[in-house]
């Protein structure tokens, strides 16, 4: 176990100074424009998890931003997808859509979880559990499918966002 005086040495106090010079400027610069910081620290979490091993980071930076392309990707797929499953997008409470929102989700997610699975070995800088585990949260975090209290349907909400309120 390291000693009260190791822990503070010179190293570990100039890494500290640059990531809170780091993390005051990411939320300096994001929060003005209204843009999420969490992700940030969520890759900053795998770091502290991983040990701070150097050699982690880019599995972890790239993958975490492959999982965070991921829920841009998916809001393509959802919208190419849907109406081939008879869901209308303009029509995003009918029960059709909401349904078929669902199971187009499920395909993206089944084939997201399978390509970790087959392509681990192959890039595992892209495809491994970082790249999952920001995808599961940010899409915890962003799609959400919810009874709307203005029309008592089901519809889709992105952001605090809702289809028939208009906010």
């Not at 100074?17 to 900053?44: D, K, N, Q, S």
């Not at 770091?47 to 972890?60: D, R």
């Not at 993206?108 to 979880?113: E, K, R, S």
Request: charged share 10%; net charge positive; aromatic share 14%.
């Amino acid at each position: 176990m390291a000693s009260l005086a190791s822990a503070f040495n010179k190293l570990n106090v100039i890494f500290l100074a640059l990531l809170l010079v780091l993390i005051m400027a990411g939320e300096l610069i994001l929060e003005p424009r209204h843009l999420a910081t969490w992700p940030a620290f969520l890759i900053m979490i795998f770091f502290f998890m991983s040990h701070m091993n150097i050699k982690e980071a880019p599995a972890i930076l790239i993958g975490s931003a492959f999982g965070l392309l991921n829920l841009v990707l998916i809001t393509y797929w959802v919208g190419a997808t849907v109406p081939m499953l008879g869901g209308d997008m303009a029509k995003v409470t009918d029960p059709h859509t909401v349904e078929a929102m669902f199971i187009s989700k499920l395909i993206y997610i089944a084939l997201f979880v399978s390509l970790i699975v087959f392509l681990k070995d192959i890039l595992p800088w892209v495809f491994n559990n970082y790249a999952f585990m920001c995808f599961t949260v940010a899409g915890a975090c962003i799609w959400r499918i919810h009874n709307c209290r203005h029309c008592s349907t089901y519809c889709c909400r992105i952001r605090q966002w809702c289809c028939c309120s208009g906010r």
